[in-house]
């Protein structure tokens, strides 16, 4: 079975554009999950989806958003990029109810430079 | 504020050692403990869950949870090289599906 897939895997923006990030998770799994993680931080959570519902959201601004699409493929946005964007965005997923309290999987993850 | 500590590390054992990894938490009523190995430049694994009070083992890795001490351990015996990685414990708080991770400790297995 492949494994969870982002798109795409490195980026460079320049601050105030917006950038749109790809999530397909393993096949059968309806729960997907998007963090940021950065030096600074450590891994934070920022939302989610589950059968295209947003579920759950962290702390994080309104220009971070996300949605999915009916075949649990994810996307995330983030509108007026700011250079604290710059992260490590991971997605996982699992295919229990319980999303991320269960077992999940995660992507390699794509890598955001703001300059 | 929602909390959970962790010793950055790096730890550094032997190679065969036990590596003790800890994670200590804020919220009282936190309900599922995760524990995520990370190597360098690639994305978080599960290693182990725990939510009940006391020790479980699998393979080499042992989760123990102490709930009134609020404080979540990993333990791996017979330490290989290929153990080196960052360790992320997980916490979720009761009632809550947002978990909140500790910052990692580096674990160094020397030969």
């Known amino acids: 079975k492949a494994g969870v897939t982002q798109t795409p895997r490195y980026l460079i923006k320049t601050r105030g554009q917006q950038v749109t990030l790809s999530c397909s998770p393993i096949?059968?799994?309806?729960?997907v999950s998007w963090y940021q993680q950065t030096p600074g931080q450590g891994l934070q959570f920022l939302f989610e989806?589950?059968?295209?519902?947003?579920?759950n959201k962290g702390n994080f601004p309104g220009r971070f958003s996300g949605r999915q699409f009916s075949n649990s493929r994810s996307e995330m946005n983030v509108s007026t990029l700011e250079l604290g964007d710059s992260a490590l965005y991971l997605c996982?997923?699992?295919?229990?109810?319980?999303?991320?309290?269960?077992?999940?999987?995660f992507g390699p993850g794509t890598r955001l430079l703001v300059l | 504020q929602k909390e959970v500590e962790q010793n950055s590390g790096p730890l550094s054992v032997p190679e065969g050692a036990i590596a003790s990894l800890n994670c200590t938490y804020s919220?009282?009523?936190?309900?599922?403990f995760f524990w995520y190995r990370q190597y360098s430049g690639k994305s978080p694994e599960l290693i182990m869950s725990i939510y009940s009070n006391g020790d479980k083992e699998d393979g080499r890795f042992t989760a123990q949870l102490n709930k009134a001490s609020q404080y979540v351990s990993l333990l791996i015996r017979d330490s290989q090289p290929s153990d080196s990685a960052t360790y992320l414990c997980?916490?979720?708080?009761?009632?809550?599906?947002?978990?909140?991770f500790g910052r990692g400790t580096s674990l160094i297995v020397h030969p």
């Open positions: 996982a997923s699992s295919s229990a109810p319980q999303g991320a309290r269960e077992t999940q999987y």
């Open positions: 096949s059968g799994h309806r729960s």
């Open positions: 997980a916490v979720f708080p009761g009632g809550s599906y947002i978990p909140t």
């Open positions: 919220d009282r009523v936190s309900q599922s």
């Open positions: 989806y589950f059968s295209e519902t947003q579920r």
